[in-house]
């Protein structure tokens, strides 16, 4: 156990929330027929959304000074994969996807959970790969944990600029 008991610390401001919810509005003017609402501050996702005849799981991210092209992988911890991964096995959403905003450069990247990228290929390897990752600039060993990495070519790129 970690010296944080079951729970780590959120780093998540009133900021991130207000990004968040901006980044929600581009998604309903992306799928016009969609419906998204929050969840709850310590659910494992940031938000639902239901469009037509599926439902799933949002993770939205805000990279204010980074571009696509600064990282070849979007990373996420394995832990938040697993729970989303496990909730569409279990059929109690259809899919997760994971949204990347960098508003600098009027980027919105949505990835969308298909169990075939975990696949391995004719070639015995997998687009997608664990590895241990994080972040080391908050003196949290925490922050340090297995994680998924996800390549940026597999996430759909949107210019928000005609999304807002």
């Known amino acids: 156990m970690n010296t944080y008991g079951n729970r780590r610390p959120r780093y998540?401001?009133?900021?991130?929330?207000?990004?968040?919810?901006?980044?929600r509005k581009m998604l309903c003017?992306?799928?016009?027929?969609?419906?998204?609402?929050?969840?709850p501050k310590y659910h494992s996702f940031d938000s639902t959304i239901i469009c037509k005849d599926r439902e799933g799981w949002l993770e939205?991210?805000?990279?204010p000074d980074i571009g696509k092209n600064k990282y070849p992988t979007y990373m996420i911890s394995e832990t938040k994969w697993e729970t989303?991964?496990?909730?569409?096995?279990?059929?109690?959403?259809?899919?997760?996807?994971?949204v990347v905003f960098y508003p600098t450069y009027h980027q919105l990247l949505v990835?969308?959970?298909?169990?075939?990228?975990?696949?391995?290929?004719e070639h015995g390897e997998c687009?997608?790969?664990?590895?241990?990752?994080?972040?080391n600039d908050?003196?949290?060993?925490?922050?340090?944990?297995?994680?998924?990495?996800i390549p940026i070519w597999m996430?759909?790129?949107?210019?928000?600029?005609?999304?807002?």
Request: aromatic residues 10%.
């Open 155 to 164: 996430f759909e790129m949107f210019d928000t600029r005609s999304l807002t």
């Open 127 to 135: 687009r997608i790969y664990r590895a241990m990752g994080g972040r």
């Open 29 to 39: 003017n992306l799928y016009p027929t969609s419906e998204i609402t929050e969840h």
């Open 60 to 63: 939205i991210k805000i990279r």
């Open 138 to 149: 908050r003196n949290d060993k925490a922050d340090q944990e297995p994680c998924i990495f």
């Open 12 to 23: 998540e401001t009133r900021t991130d929330r207000n990004s968040e919810s901006r980044v």
């Open 84 to 98: 989303g991964k496990a909730a569409v096995e279990s059929k109690i959403i259809t899919t997760f996807m994971i």
């Open 111 to 121: 990835y969308t959970y298909k169990l075939e990228d975990e696949k391995i290929d």
